[in-house]
Each structure stands twice: as C-alpha cells, then as structure tokens.
C-alpha cells in the first residue's frame, strides 16, 4: 500500500515510477487494493506509472539477470523512482546470504548509474547487524505491534544517509488518504523554543480573575485548570474564548461533549459560543474517545492552529491524552513537546484537566508542573450544609500574582466572583425551620413533667 501510495505521489509531481513485482501476485490485484484510496489516479496508469512482473526472469535466469532488466526499464521508461517489491524472494529461493548481498550492492550501484531512487520491500527481519544495511543509503521499518487489548502500527527510520531525520518509533494509520504519518511530538519540536514575554497578557474573559492574574494569562504561556467534576473548568475555558475575534480566532478542542451540546452549556452560562462560530471566531473540533493516538490529537491541534491562525486553544480534558498514549509516562514530555510547538504560533493555550479530589488536593498529580507554566486549582470547601467552589492560583510562570483563594459562582451572566446569594424561597444555611418542628393540627402538645 505505502510503495503504491508513493508510485501516485511522484507521477503527480511530475515523475515516473516503475515497480517492480518478484512476487506471483497480479498486478490487477495489487491496484484493485489502490482503487478506493483518494491518491489512486487511473490517468496516470499506465504513462506515469508502469508495474512489471520480474518474477519469470529471476527464476529462470537468476538475479544478474534480474539487475540487467532493472537498467534497461529504467532508462525505457525514464523511471525517477523504482519500487522492488519482494525482495525476500532471492534469499529464499537462492538460499545464499552472499548472493543476496551481491543483489543488494549491486541494485544500489544502479541507483547511483541511473539517478533513480530505488526501494525495495521485504517482509524479513534483518539483525542490524547484517552487512547489506551498510550498503544502502536509508533504512526503514514498519511495525505492527500488540499493546494490552490495541493493535498499532508505527514506522522507525533507522538510516536517512546525508539528510536529518527523526529517530524513535512515529505511529501512523492506514485510512482512505493512505498512509497517514504522525510523527512523535517530542521529535518533532523546535530545538530552541520560542520565547514569551510575562508582561504581555491574553485576558481570560473575566475582569476580577484577570486581576488575580496581574492582567490575564502570560501570552503564549500554557495554562492547567484542574478540578474536580462540576467545578467549572469548562466554564472557565468558553470564557476564555469570548476573546476571539475573526481575525484572531479561537479553537475549542474538546471530547466528551459534541458541539451542540457545548454550545447549550455555554448558552446556559451567557456565552453565546454559536455567535463566535458563526463569525468565523471560534472552531469547535470535537474528538471522541475511542481508539485515539496521543500523537494523532496533537498534530490534529497543531494542523488546526496553523489552518486557522488560532490565537486561543482550549483543550478540554487533557486525561484523553493518557488513554491514548501507549507509554503513559510521555504524557509530561508530549504536553511540553505540544505547547514548544505552538508557542510560536502565537498561541495561548488552556487545558482542563479532571482530578478526584473534591476539597483538599495534597499533591500535584502526573507532573503537573512540567506539562504547563501555569496551574489554576479549582476545589470545593463545605461551609455547614453548602458546597461551594473556590479558585486558588498555584503558579503563573516569571510572574506575580494573587496568592489568595477565592469563592466564586456560576450564574446565567457566567462566572461571579463572591459568596453565592440564597436562591429566594431557600432559608440560609443552619437557619432552622419553625414550622417543620411544630406539631400536627389537632395534636395535643406534650405535657411538662
């Protein structure tokens, strides 16, 4: 699939491709597996890309054989790039390691001849020790491994000679486009973040926590909200998307709430959020939770943010990305990997993140200092028979800020800073009711002993 895949890419930047089958498949089958993919292009079959069965030729006259023709097709057809697909056939029908060395030296000298890139596709395992992956300029390996109860595949380039690459493993999907790559954030970010200045502010929607704030969040800082269920860390991200505008938007990058439902919550605490989607303000992506890759929702940000021009991304419900991940303790290097590549976006960024402690929080969970700049606590303290919420800053990177906790409400208007008015028709807390102790109608009062 990814040889064919990349056959259609080259023709459509103008090359020629010739694959080269030593399989006894057809190549009607082969291309009956292509038909479906977007990249399949029938106009170009069979001027630009042209298949060959090799597989007579090297049975009947051995691999030298096999070299000749590779020369001639090439410069008959004026190949670019060239696909060997099956190159496990001369090692296990000729059974010698040094024949099958002696094709592999030999096919790179045609590369260089011919000015042609040359791929050849095995399903062997080769120790990396093995002599013919010295001779070749580039190394690559498709993985398709078993991870608890999940099936991932992940591509690793061992050697790249004379151009940079990314090491380690980056995993991808097969979908209707091909092979889609996601390469490992961590990988990928910039060697020399970008760096933010603390004096410039990006408000956060509401006036007395931007004071808590000294002015707003730190501009192109990345910010935690953690709390429990219910506290108001959803809340807290729509208000910071009422700062967007058309001309510097906001994305809403959620999963456990699709975009009506989002929009009548945020309806019910006076953001008119389907307002700032209207305008072009506000880009709502809703990822369920299902089989994700952490890798996957981060470029899916990442792609978004360079599309859009987002200045303001709210990523709601960062605990997602520890049921994607496959090695969980990456979380603190891939949030950290993910902020250094939007920073210099010019992006801010919020993110929820759900805790189980209600009322007191001991200690920072899953190094939370390292994924952010910024941490905000939402908690609940109980006074006599009420819950109330309270938001208590815990860091603002290179920055001073209001130390002290304080009780906040959610109302129609949105978030309101204070003690929490007695709905009407409700008696104060610790108030005790007259009536509900005074005996039935008819009733004989108790008698004094």
């Known amino acids: ?267 019910a605490v006076g953001v008119d959020l389907e307002g700032l989607v209207a305008r072009g303000a506000v880009e709502i992506l809703w990822q369920p939770v299902a089989d994700n890759l952490a890798d996957e929702l981060g470029w899916r940000i990442i792609d978004t943010v360079r599309r859009t021009g987002a200045k303001r991304v709210v990523v709601d419900g960062m605990e997602a990305f520890d049921r994607a991940l496959l090695f969980p303790r990456r979380l603190p290097t891939l949030i950290n990997a993910l902020n250094n590549i939007l920073k210099p976006l010019g992006t801010t960024v919020l993110y929820t993140r759900e805790i189980d402690e209600l009322h007191e929080l001991r200690s920072l969970p899953d190094d939370l200092s390292a994924k952010s700049e910024n941490l905000v606590l939402l908690h609940y303290e109980r006074h006599e028979r009420l819950l109330r919420r309270m938001l208590s800053i815990l860091k603002v990177r290179d920055s001073d800020f209001d130390p002290f906790s304080e009780e906040f409400y959610v109302t129609d208007q949105g978030i309101r800073f204070g003690q929490q008015p007695t709905p009407k028709g409700r008696r104060p807390a610790g108030a005790a009711d007259i009536s509900s102790m005074a005996p039935p109608s008819g009733a004989a009062l108790p008698s004094r002993a």
């Not at 109860?149 to 380690?168: C, D, M, T």
């Open 1 to 267: 699939m990814g040889a064919g895949q990349l056959c259609f890419s080259n023709a459509a930047h103008g090359g020629n491709a010739l694959y080269v089958s030593l399989l006894a498949e057809s190549h009607d089958r082969l291309l009956s597996y292509m038909r479906p993919m977007r990249f399949y292009d029938a106009e170009v079959l069979p001027d630009r890309i042209s298949y060959l069965s090799a597989f007579p030729i090297l049975m009947k006259e051995g691999p030298a054989a096999l070299q000749r023709l590779l020369v001639e097709e090439i410069r008959r057809r004026n190949a670019t790039l060239v696909i060997v697909d099956g190159l496990f056939v001369i090692h296990d029908v000729f059974g010698s390691e040094a024949e099958f060395r002696r094709f592999v030296h030999e096919v790179q000298g045609v590369a260089s001849l011919m000015q042609s890139a040359i791929l050849m596709l095995t399903n062997q395992s080769r120790e990396r020790s093995s002599p013919e992956f010295t001779m070749v300029d580039g190394w690559m390996e498709l993985i398709d491994e078993i991870r608890e109860a999940r099936s991932v595949r992940a591509l690793v380039v061992h050697k790249q000679r004379g151009s940079a690459y990314l090491r380690g493993r980056h995993v991808f999907r097969i979908t209707d486009d091909g092979i889609v790559v996601f390469p490992r954030l961590e990988a990928a970010q910039p060697r020399q973040p970008a760096l933010s200045s603390p004096m410039a502010r990006v408000s956060s929607g509401i006036a007395q926590f931007d004071t808590m704030l000294q002015g707003g969040y730190p501009s192109t800082s990345s910010t935690i909200i953690i709390g429990p269920s219910g506290s108001g860390k959803t809340t807290l991200g729509l208000h910071f998307l009422t700062g967007s505008t058309p001309e510097s938007p906001g994305l809403m990058f959620g999963f456990y709430e699709p975009p009506t439902h989002l929009m009548a919550k945020a309806r």
